[in-house]
């Protein structure tokens, strides 16, 4: 089983709902969801994205507590969205962040407030009661603990459960763009390999994106593409990163995205199989071919995409 998480905004929750088809038909593949901005766009991207995932029969995960972005300090608004989620969605279940400083009383209060509703447990440090988290397992509706590797040891782990789902961040974010010429071409992860031998029931990332949360809109002076494939040598993930001519003054979006776009192309000559699974990256080489404009945000929404089609190829 493979946990992608996402942040809600609004190329991710695009991604989604363009392949909503595909993780029903696949059923392995469960997105998980941290909604970050507390816009009315926003707001109705989320639903629109859970009423497509409803519609095709798709599972999804929806984070009641977020860690970064708007509702971090806005917790009558995040009440208000669980509210109208848990009425009117049927395939999403629930997911609760705790650290060292959380009380049980928390989790017990989220416990009774999803009901009857399938929930998870999403660890962003070691839980300083990790023997109090045994009760979850006698609980129909729990579906397990998602476990941020970051900062935790082998020995707490051993403490959880055997309902364990193993999370880290494989994308090595640059502070700028350009800086990925150092590594144009990088081991990304070979958990989808190793993750039952490792003793857990599944694993997940924060895909093409990383975890750290940024909210920018500018131009850069480099464009990257970011996508992922299997390395025939060893059957790892590597990421490749398409990039443009780093522009001195005045970026051109469209020209540097073009030029992005054919390094792309490239690459699929050498690697055409791709294009037999990916319509992630059956519209990228589309909007190569035919020379239209394309957004920096739709470059976002594609690479998402391909990466979770290509998890679906694995797992």
């Given at each position: 089983m493979y946990f992608p998480l996402l942040r809600g905004k609004q190329n991710e929750l695009l991604a989604l709902r363009e392949l909503s088809s595909k993780l029903s038909d696949h059923g392995g593949v469960i997105p998980v969801i941290e909604p970050v901005k507390n816009t009315s766009r926003s707001i109705g991207d989320l639903h629109r994205c859970f009423t497509k995932l409803e519609e095709s029969d798709a599972k999804s995960i929806f984070i009641v507590n977020p860690q970064c972005g708007d509702f971090t300090r806005n917790r009558r608004g995040i009440n208000s969205i669980f509210n109208e989620v848990i009425e009117r969605y049927d395939n999403v279940g629930f997911g609760f962040w705790i650290d060292d400083g959380t009380d049980f009383q928390e989790i017990k209060n989220f416990i009774k407030s999803v009901g009857t509703s399938d929930f998870y447990i999403l660890h962003s440090s070691a839980y300083s009661e990790p023997e109090e988290l045994r009760a979850l397992d006698k609980l129909s509706n729990f579906q397990g603990h998602i476990l941020w590797s970051k900062g935790m040891g082998k020995r707490y782990l051993s403490k959880i459960t055997n309902e364990n789902i193993i999370l880290n961040d494989h994308f090595e974010k640059q502070?700028?763009?350009?800086?990925?010429?150092?590594?144009?071409n990088e081991f990304f992860s070979d958990q989808y390999l190793t993750f039952k031998e490792d003793g857990y029931f599944g694993f997940g990332d924060f895909v093409t994106v990383g975890f750290e949360y940024v909210d920018s809109g500018f131009t850069p002076y480099t464009v990257a593409i970011h996508l992922t494939y299997v390395n025939e040598?060893?059957?790892?993930?590597?990421?490749?990163?398409?990039?443009?001519t780093t522009a001195k003054v005045n970026p051109n979006a469209q020209e540097m995205i073009l030029e992005a776009l054919e390094d792309f192309a490239s690459f699929i000559e050498d690697y055409p199989e791709i294009l037999e699974f990916s319509s992630g990256c059956q519209e990228l080489h589309r909007i190569y071919e035919s020379g239209e404009g394309t957004s920096l945000g739709n470059l976002k929404k594609l690479s998402i995409m391909h990466h979770l089609e290509l998890m679906m190829e694995l797992v």
């Open positions: 502070d700028t763009n350009a800086l990925y010429r150092n590594a144009q040598k060893n059957d790892e993930i590597w990421i490749r990163h398409f990039l443009s």
